[in-house]
């Protein structure tokens, strides 16, 4: 076995260093590049993309973000139907019941809100009874100017049964007092003042 490792052991040594003597496979990589002409396909089956549209796909991405700023994202499930749901979001006496806050929601299209003793204000942008919900919100402690986006949707994948769906755009990461909590007690508040007081109340739970 000793005999037959340093012959197969020389060999590779071998190998290696007339390639090294060529200039390796560095060299090897820098003559593909250069002979490579631009505008050829990409290695690794990518579809090939120009530079000119890379750089406005990562424009635009870019421009999609905003810095200093969160979106929250949340399923729940109900054990009741859409329209339920719905209505209790959309009543102002059901809201000042399961959250023991004053509110008032207007249930028009551009109509104002007000909720839980009007720390949230803002207005209706778009609804659809039982399917959609579409609201403009604005915490008292944010800095002034800024506003969030709330989308609420309800699917009823069997009878009896509703997946809410949250997405809470534009929440900014500090208030105007320089607090670093807002997404993460924004995100609590949709969760336990909102949601599981819904199925503590009104017996939604599943």
Not at 92 to 99: A, L, M, Q, V
Request: hydrophobic share 35%.
């Amino acid at each position: 076995m000793v005999m037959k490792g340093k012959v197969v052991v020389q060999e590779k040594v071998r190998v290696y260093g007339e390639a090294m003597a060529k200039g390796g496979r560095c060299r090897d990589e820098l003559e593909s590049k250069k002979v490579a002409p631009k505008g050829k396909e990409k290695p690794s089956g990518l579809p090939v993309v120009s530079d000119a549209k890379e750089s406005k796909v990562v424009k635009e991405k870019k421009g999609k973000t905003k810095e200093g700023f969160k979106t929250i994202s949340m399923t729940e499930k109900f054990s009741c139907r859409g329209k339920d749901l719905y209505e209790i979001l959309m009543d102002e006496n059901r809201w000042k019941g399961f959250t023991q806050s004053n509110a008032k929601i207007s249930r028009d299209v551009t109509g104002a809100i007000s909720l839980f003793d009007g720390s949230v204000t803002g207005m209706n942008l778009e609804l659809e009874e039982g399917k959609l919900i579409v609201q403009n919100w604005r915490f008292g402690s944010w800095p002034d100017g800024l506003d969030s986006t709330v989308t609420i949707t309800f699917e009823e994948p069997e009878s009896g049964v509703t997946i809410v769906n949250l997405t809470h755009t534009d929440v900014p990461e500090e208030d105007r007092y320089g607090n670093a909590t807002v997404v993460e007690n924004t995100e609590r508040g949709w969760r336990d003042l909102i949601f599981h007081r819904i199925r503590a109340v009104f017996g939604f739970g599943i």
